[in-house]
């Protein structure tokens, strides 16, 4: 053994194989921390048994993993040629060779089964005490609480001066939203998700859940938060160039914290309507525009207004903006079908669709001095 | 240890030509196999300029060198182009160099189709590249394509479709001439159970190869229809569905994921008994277990889909067959760990690479046991567990036996010796970079980083720096491979017949090089079994 | 698997240079096409310049087939050579219609009752075959099985019989018959094709309404232009019986076809049960 080739070879495949244990000794000594070496601390009880699943398939393998190579590592130590190992003539072993197919099967029978049961609760969306429809845009989340008359949009809170460096990055850079969505603690909440364009995934890290809303198709999923709290995730699924910008966040509070926010979405509904008929000013729909811009229309178009050539037109020039105000608005409204230009008259409401258009209308190089009002955008809705 | 009693006379009907006319008209399978591999290692370098650029954005959060559509190109672009034009054209460069010489045929089977199977491959190559030049830059929807988000693209889209098209043409036509090959053009003695194992994964590997390609055809076919023609394939208001699109494409894609893994698996099986002096243990069982995961592949595509919601029965299905897997990558890698029992064994650099592929490969055998469960598939789906994943089957799997696989038979076809020390030190450099690069992809994946993403939250940033540090270790390593080969291809010391005293199959009967056209008269094959390679030499 | 008994050379063409203009003509090809489908005026020009020289391409290569076979370079190891690759051929050929049968399969039992599932979406529809879905609105009335297309089966089947016929001529010296067979054959498959081109005039949808729609087309103009494929080679194989080329032997190249036949015919009866009539 102390040979010297021996050592020098010998000891390099010896000191990778300490790595992973020493990273499955580190990974369960920290597992709650928040080094991020592990799945999220689970705040649901379907997430907590993934995690323990997951826990056990890593021992299972690692066990497998050490019986394994420790074989390889005695035979790559002693069974040189520079030690003056013969070679042995054997090439079968039938006794072994069943016993090394028998036994994973017998492992394998063994996770099947947990994780069986898992499967079949996970996708048990039966008895919920709330449903939220769930439609992924690109590049931002909807939320309309079914039987509640309660919908919005959520779109990332990240300022861009934060992404581009100008600005220090916050504490939940790229996890951070507008208007996150709010559930009550201890209930199951069911979750019907769908698209209005591309797939998108609603991913949740500490709830277990991760669903792709497919355009058109209905999926639901479900999870029930034990205690109140702030939980952060992403969009999962590439969904266009503002997919790592899509985040995910939910509000978990107690019920009676729930029952007061509802009361209160409620009251901006009924102000928002009211405001409806009302005339604004050049100045006014061009300031609301631009923080419309910049959270809906900005991956495409770009800051500049310049676009990105051939994939995303440009506004500056465009015909469709320096052309008639309506066709202006129906694109907006429409959308382009086959395009990343989505149908925005289902998303935003008439007063900002008419700030988004004036401002546009009259921003960069464009010159257009005409304004938008709301009662425009409503005359244009089919 | 096989024997061939070759006639003496070689037929000089028609030797290499002079020039450039020698590779564009060749029908000769060494220098089509020559071309593959340059082929590819071009492309491999290409694709991996393409993952430093990647690696380059990631290495802090924010955005630093490119927009994210740009870098959606970029991601895209690395994944179609090292499957397409990096490993898979390796594996043929290997087919053609070593399958007629394995089995003792004088060439492949249709000599001609094999030459237009390779140079398809830069007419495609070309269309690919040139979407990076044309307005809107390549396609960015990731290289499995999926719809309705690729039906949004450009000009880009619809060139790689017709280059996936060409390169489906060239892989469908290369594996038949393999198949055929192997099929018809045996030596007399050398029957299917006694052929080298290579040869049997890529049989097998042929055959997956003819039966999904034509399935991604259809795919990308549809995709195009969608684009341009008014269907409705993928799109919910005609009665499409989106989702059939990913049953297609992995219907296509997990086998394809097996073609470039078992000819890896083949080279390995070839490696490992040469340098443990000692012949493959279990040889029969290895041939079934190779054949067992071929037809699992056909029936385990819907793993790479668990979050699309597919009905519970479904989830249930795929599960369990994609476990199966296990069993049979299992016996191989205790049958190679078994054959090592006991040998007598040395450390060259071909070694070295199958040695780390048995190791590394196995973890990623492990992180894909993880994956196969439905429940913490959906928690690290799309995540960059997924990556690592990837990357130790692909990279530390299939390109390091590639790379291992390239060390072993160089001497062969130069005929030259390459430089040890130099293969040593790239191999540690590339076994420790890959590990520092990919390692901590499993935890940023586990810890909820979504793959894809040009910019990401702050508790992804340490690991991420690390990875982009050993990334471009990584990048760099590989500049000495390229000079480690061409200083082989261009002299060193002669390699003579057989340079391993370990190595068994017919190749080594030949010179190094081997004559432009060997075995020209079919030799025949005698093989005894399990003979000690103690004494060879 | 052929004996080695008389330890044969197996033949190497030497270099050529067709392969190399097969490449060149594709990209020609598909690079014209791109242009076409984004409306750049020289679209057309370049691609009928690409299927041009593909057209050369697949002269030169087989008028050098056909002339090596003639010569008599061919040992019976070539020949089983050309079998097994024309048998693995088909075999794609199978899968390639298996994906886009697998999408026919996949839309009807699974896709359209999803969608009706989801009320939510799509208020109001219901899961039925033929359909344009949910959001395409036409009035489907899809081809009558036992118009048109039985009689198109039929012709087609009869088309399999004869060429069957031709190959017994063929085997037993009997060139009349050959030729006979032969011509009858590609009669029946033109038929077959301009009846299909009848159809299409006639339905009363096109490839746009929906996933019945796009799968009605794909599946039936794939099949179309695999016959029209098989009759161009059914032609060419005419002439050369006419040239003499076959002996009651050897004959690959009519074998080949004549599998080719038969296969296109198995894809029409599929079309026939899963497109038409059920």
């Given at each position: 053994m102390s040979n010297r080739s021996c050592q020098r070879i010998g000891q390099i495949p010896g000191a990778i194989q300490a790595i992973p244990i020493l990273i499955v000794w580190f990974v369960s000594a920290r597992a709650h921390a928040e080094y991020g070496l592990n799945l999220h601390a689970p705040a649901t009880n379907l997430a907590q048994k993934i995690y323990?699943?997951?826990?056990?398939?890593?021992?299972?393998?690692?066990?497998?993993?050490?019986?394994?190579?420790?074989?390889?590592?005695?035979?790559?130590?002693?069974?040189?040629?520079?030690?003056?190992?013969?070679?042995?003539?054997?090439?079968?072993?039938?006794?072994l060779e069943i016993a090394w197919t028998i036994v994973p099967v017998l492992i394998l029978l063994a996770m099947a089964g947990t994780a069986t049961r898992l499967v079949v609760a996970m996708k048990d969306t039966d008895?919920?005490?709330?449903t939220i429809k769930v439609t992924g845009h690109q590049w931002k989340w909807e939320y309309e609480y079914l039987g509640d008359d309660i919908r919005f949009i959520s779109t990332s809170s990240t300022p861009k001066e934060q992404i581009d460096g100008a600005q220090a990055k916050g504490e939940n850079y790229l996890l951070e939203v507008d208007r996150p969505l709010v559930v009550p603690a201890g209930q199951k909440v069911r979750l019907v998700l769908t698209s209005a364009d591309v797939i998108h995934t609603w991913w949740v890290p500490a709830f277990g859940l991760k669903q792709d809303a497919v355009p058109g198709f209905i999926r639901d999923s479900w999870f029930k938060a034990d205690k109140p709290g702030t939980f952060r995730g992403q969009c999962a699924e590439l969904c266009g160039v503002g997919h790592g910008f899509m985040p995910v966040v939910v509000e978990v509070v107690t019920v009676e914290q729930f029952d007061a926010w509802k009361q209160a979405q409620k009251a901006l509904v009924a102000a928002a309507a009211a405001s409806a008929g009302k005339t604004y000013t050049l100045a006014e729909l061009k300031a609301l525009g631009e923080k419309v811009y910049k959270t809906n229309c900005i991956a495409c178009h770009q800051a500049t207004g310049l676009g990105i050539p051939g994939a995303f037109p440009a506004l500056i020039g465009s015909k469709i903006v320096s052309g008639d105000k309506s066709g202006h608005i129906d694109m907006v409204l429409n959308g382009k079908p086959g395009t990343a230009m989505a149908a925005f008259g289902k998303q935003l409401s008439d007063v900002e669709i008419a700030a988004v258009v004036t401002y546009e209308r009259n921003s960069w190089s464009n010159k257009m001095s005409d304004v938008a009002q709301p009662a425009d955008i409503a005359a244009r809705r089919k | 240890m096989y024997t061939a009693d070759t006639a003496a006379h070689h037929d000089h009907a028609h030797?290499?030509?002079?020039?450039?006319?020698?590779?564009?008209?060749?029908?000769?399978?060494?220098?089509?196999?020559?071309?593959?591999?340059?082929?590819?290692?071009?492309?491999?370098?290409?694709a991996g300029a393409l993952a430093m650029l990647i690696r380059a954005e990631l290495f802090q959060p924010g955005l630093q060198l490119f927009q994210p559509a740009v870098f959606n190109q970029l991601t895209t672009m690395h994944g179609l182009i090292m499957i397409f034009g990096a490993i898979m054209p390796s594996l043929v460069g290997f087919a053609n160099w070593q399958v007629p010489l394995m089995i003792g045929a004088s060439d492949m089977a249709f000599p001609r189709l094999n030459n237009w199977s390779f140079w398809l491959l830069p007419a495609a190559g070309l269309l690919l590249i040139a979407t990076f030049f044309v307005p809107g830059g390549a396609i960015a929807g990731g290289w499995t394509m999926?719809?309705?988000?690729?039906?949004?693209?450009?000009?880009?889209?619809?060139?790689s479709i017709l280059a996936i098209h060409i390169l489906g043409i060239s892989s469908i036509m290369g594996a038949i001439n393999i198949i055929v090959t192997i099929l018809n053009l045996r030596a007399p003695g050398m029957t299917l159970m006694k052929m080298p194992l290579f040869v049997w994964t890529w049989l097998i590997t042929a055959f997956l190869l003819v039966a999904v390609m034509p399935v991604l055809a259809c795919a990308i076919t549809m995709l195009l229809t969608d684009r341009h023609f008014g269907t409705h394939f993928f799109d919910a208001a005609g009665g499409g569905d989106a989702v059939m699109f990913q049953h297609l494409f992995w219907f296509f894609g997990h086998p394809e994921v097996y073609i470039m893994i078992l000819p890896a698996f083949g080279i390995v099986s070839t490696i490992i008994p040469t340098f443990a002096r000692k012949p493959l243990f279990g040889y029969v069982s290895m041939v079934y277990a190779v054949a067992s995961i071929a037809f699992l592949s056909f029936i385990v595509w819907a793993h790479h889909m668990f979050t699309t919601g597919m009905p519970v029965g479904g989830q249930l299905f795929f599960m369990y067959t994609t476990m199966l897997i296990a069993i049979p990558t299992g016996v191989k890698v205790f049958n190679w760990v078994a054959t090592l029992w006991r040998g007598s064994i040395t450390f060259e650099t071909p070694m070295l690479f199958a040695l780390a592929f048995v190791f590394l490969f196995t973890i990623g055998g492990f992180s894909g046991l993880v994956l196969s469960l439905v429940p913490v598939d959906i928690q690290l789906q799309d995540t960059y567990y997924v990556v690592a994943h990837f990357h130790y089957v692909l990279f530390s799997g299939s390109a390091m036996a590639i790379m291992g696989g390239i060390y072993y038979w160089l001497p062969k076809w130069t005929g030259h010796m390459y430089d040890e020390t130099l293969g040593k030190i790239h191999f540690w450099l590339t076994a420790i970079a890959f590990n520092i690069t990919f390692f901590p992809m499993h935890f940023l994946g586990l810890a909820g980083m979504p793959r894809r993403i040009p910019d990401y939250a702050l508790q992804f940033a340490d690991f991420n720096m690390i990875s982009s540090l050993g990334g471009f270790l990584l990048g760099a390593s590989q500049l000495l491979f390229l000079y480690t080969v061409i200083k082989?291809?261009?002299?060193?010391?002669?390699?003579?017949?057989?340079?391993?005293?370990?190595?068994?199959?017919?190749?080594?009967?030949?010179?190094?090089?081997?004559?432009?056209?060997?075995?020209?008269t079919p030799p025949q094959i005698k093989l005894v079994r399990g003979r000690s390679h103690a004494n060879a030499r | 698997m052929q004996t080695h008994a008389e330890h044969d050379v197996y033949y190497v063409p030497p270099p050529s240079i067709w392969p190399l203009v097969g490449s060149v003509a594709l990209l020609v090809l598909a690079s014209g096409f791109v242009m076409l489908l984004h409306k750049i005026a020289a679209g057309p020009y370049v691609m009928a310049l690409g299927i041009g020289i593909l057209l050369v391409?697949?002269?030169?290569?087989?008028?050098?087939?056909?002339?090596?076979?003639?010569a008599g370079k061919y040992s019976d190891q070539v020949d089983t050579s050309f079998r097994w690759g024309m048998v693995w051929f088909i075999f794609s050929e199978v899968l390639f219609f298996a994906g886009f049968f697998g999408a026919l399969f996949y839309a009807r039992i699974l896709a359209v009752p999803w969608l009706a599932d989801a009320q939510m979406l799509w208020p109001g529809f219901t899961a039925a075959w033929p359909t344009a879905g949910p959001g395409v609105k036409t009035v489907l009335t899809p081809v009558d099985a036992w118009g048109l297309p039985a009689l198109n089966t039929l012709i087609l089947l009869s088309s399999g019989a004869t060429v069957t016929w031709a190959h017994w001529g063929l085997q037993k010296g009997r060139q009349f018959q050959l030729k006979l067979g032969l011509a009858l054959t590609i009669i029946l498959g033109a038929l077959f094709i301009s009846l299909q081109i009848h159809e299409y005039g006639e339905a009363a949808f096109t490839i746009r309404d929906g996933i019945y729609?796009?799968?009605?087309?794909?599946?039936?103009g794939f099949h179309g232009f695999h016959v029209m494929l098989g009759a161009a080679m059914l032609t060419v194989i005419f002439l050369r019986a006419l040239a003499g080329h076959f002996t009651p032997g050897r004959h690959f190249a009519f074998e080949a076809v004549a599998w080719y036949w038969h296969f296109v015919d198995v894809i029409w009866l599929m079309l026939f049960v899963f497109v038409y009539w059920l």
């Open positions: 323990d699943l997951h826990t056990a398939i890593l021992w299972i393998c690692l066990a497998i993993f050490i019986v394994v190579f420790i074989p390889m590592c005695i035979a790559l130590l002693r069974h040189r040629k520079s030690k003056g190992h013969r070679p042995a003539r054997f090439h079968d072993n039938l006794t008895e919920a005490d709330l | 030797g290499a030509p002079r020039g450039i006319m020698r590779w564009l008209t060749s029908t000769n399978h060494k220098d089509i196999g020559t071309l593959y591999l340059w082929f590819s290692l071009f492309m491999f370098f290409f999926y719809p309705p988000l690729y039906i949004q693209g450009g000009v880009a889209y619809d060139m082989c291809v261009r002299g060193g010391a002669p390699a003579g017949n057989k340079p391993w005293d370990g190595a068994d199959t017919l190749e080594w009967t030949q010179t190094s090089p081997p004559p432009y056209h060997s075995f020209v | 391409m697949l002269f030169g290569w087989f008028s050098t087939v056909i002339r090596e076979s003639l729609g796009a799968t009605f087309y794909m599946l039936t």
